[in-house]
């Protein structure tokens, strides 16, 4: 069992940045492969940011250049800096692991969820 705990959320202005953290437990966490999804209001669950056991990074398209996604092995903990935010970026931001190591994209292979944390963009 891996738990997820989310922290780093709040309400900020258009083009301010935020730093989200996800601590995890296990003793395995380098090899799990770690991803960022966001819910919007009246939203599917979406892919956001992922980074594979072997540090390969994705994102999507809508925050490729303004959001960063890192990890640090020593602490069990994900981060996704978030740069340049805009009011669409307003979601509830969930942490996700997968076993498989691989990048997460999808739902399918995320193994273990966090319970949210809430952003919020004004403009």
């Known amino acids: 069992q891996v738990q997820l705990v989310e922290s780093g959320g709040g309400l900020v202005q258009a083009g301010d940045s935020l730093r989200l953290s996800c601590a995890a437990s296990?003793?395995?966490?380098?090899?799990?492969?770690m991803g960022w999804f966001r819910q919007g209001p009246g939203k599917e669950r979406q892919f956001v940011a992922s980074?594979?056991?072997?540090?390969?990074?994705d994102y999507a398209d809508s925050v490729k250049g303004r959001f960063t996604i890192s990890r640090d092995n020593a602490k069990n903990t994900v981060y996704l800096q978030m740069n340049s935010l805009k009011p669409e970026d307003t979601a509830v931001y969930y942490c996700a692991a997968g076993l498989s190591g691989r990048i997460i994209r999808d739902h399918g292979r995320v193994d273990y969820w966090g319970q949210g944390t809430q952003v919020t963009v004004s403009s």
């Open positions: 296990g003793r395995t966490f380098s090899s799990y492969a």
């Open positions: 980074i594979s056991w072997s540090l390969s990074t």
